[in-house]
């Protein structure tokens, strides 16, 4: 055994501002899938016939291909095809953000869909607007029911972040490589940003609890 | 108030409802009763539009709710509905279940809507259940809150769909008195019901429906003693 975790102390700072980086484009792609998601799901539920197979094309799609591939076509390839040079943060955020919908977009449908029919009736019968319905009545409990499978998705987002290290942007994983490569060592490093990982991911979970507790408050 | 004029509805091949003529005056009290899946609940929803109709036409204050262009949400301002399983909203309390569609729907002004809330409650007889969430509430008490919340729209119409078919026995009482308040003050109500002795006592008019048909429609004590139909008869013998 040759360990000596006394060798990264001094990368320690740079290894840790890797949180911020990655936390940074993980939190707005989580976002930005979030509310993608939900407008797909409302169009997969609604009774226009045009956005609902969009949604499922949608799907599909993003679905059906690999996340790295996504990434790459966004880094390598849109800037061949438009001339734009597009920055790895953007392009991180789109990836992420764009494939991360099509999952969400399935799980909100299904949180929907398992709403009880007699809360639409009831919404109804009192005249409330389709939209107004679905805001204020269908989609807080659809959402207090798929909490636990909005985690699970939001876990795999911050864990999968780490292939954007493959398009050299500068997240925690990419810094344990670089520091893995400057000592020629790769086991204290990699392990360090592992713990930094599941450290991130528990926060994470502890958050979920929180907010799932507050919303079983009228149970 | 409300005028059905050859009301018919069909899921698929299935008629459910087969030419249905008939008027509720206001004020009136109409019972609604026949066998199960005689189509007593699908013509009650009909009539605020939660089933289309497939043919005929339903007036509501001579607004016709078929035409394409009535705004059903306007109408259904007006209809207050009572459903069997309640529906109450389960992540409101029950004051915010009372005050949630008069203040999205008819934009009253919180503290408006409270104090139309707090009233309707006290008539109901639960003020101390106001920061109550639904699910700590029994089945009768539930009901009752969800009568209160259509009237906190202050509708003209009131429909019950089986209002007391989903509570104990022992709750029973507590919801239909409540409904013989309403009938008394004046309210106009359609309500269909298994609960004989409620149609017999509080309402003006009994209508019979059996395999989607309006049968027979008369005052309930005659109805009742001597029934014109053999299937009323037949009806009224099983379950008296």
Known sequence: ???????????????????????????????????????LALFKIGSIRPLRWFADAYTSIFRGTPLILQLMIIYFAIPQLTGYDIQPFLSAVLAFGLNSSAYVSEIIRAGIQAV???????????GVPYRQMMIDVILPQALKNILPALMNEFI???????LVSTISYLDLMRRAQVVGADLYRNFEPLLFVGLLYWLMVMGLTILGKLVERRLRLSD | MIKVENLTK?????????NISTEI??????????????????????????????????????????????NI??????????????????????????TYAPMKVKHLSKDQAEEKARGLLAKVGLTEKETAYPSSLSGGQKQRVAI???LAMEPDLMLFDEPTSALDPEMVKEVLDVMKDLA?????????????????????RVLFLDHGVLVEEGEPNSFFTAPKTNRAADFLEKIL
């Open chain 2, 73 to 98: 949400l306007k109408v259904r301002e007006k209809i207050g509905m009572v459903f069997q399983h309640f529906h109450l909203f389960p992540h409101l309390n029950v004051l915010d279940n009372l």
């Open chain 1, 116 to 126: 009880d029919k007699g809360q639409t009736e009831a919404a109804q019968a009192l």
């Open chain 2, 25 to 70: 005056k206001k004020g009136e009290v109409v019972s609604i009763i026949g066998p199960s899946g005689s189509g007593k609940s699908t013509f009650l929803r009909c009539i605020n539009l939660l089933e289309k109709p497939t043919e005929g036409t339903i007036l509501v204050d001579e607004e016709n709710l078929t035409d394409p262009k009535t």
């Open chain 2, 10 to 18: 069909k899921f698929g091949e299935n008629e459910v409802l087969s």
């Open chain 2, 184 to 204: 008394h003050s004046g309210m106009t109500m359609a309500v269909v019901t298994h609960e004989m002795g409620f149609a017999r006592e509080v309402a003006d």
């Open chain 1, 1 to 39: 055994m040759n360990l000596d975790f006394s060798q990264i102390v001094p990368y320690i700072p740079f290894m840790l501002e890797g949180i911020w980086v990655t936390l940074q484009f993980v939190f707005v792609a989580i976002i930005f899938g979030f509310i993608l998601g939900t407008v």
């Open chain 1, 156 to 162: 795999t987002l911050t864990k999968e972040s780490a």
């Open chain 2, 148 to 150: 209160a919340r259509a």
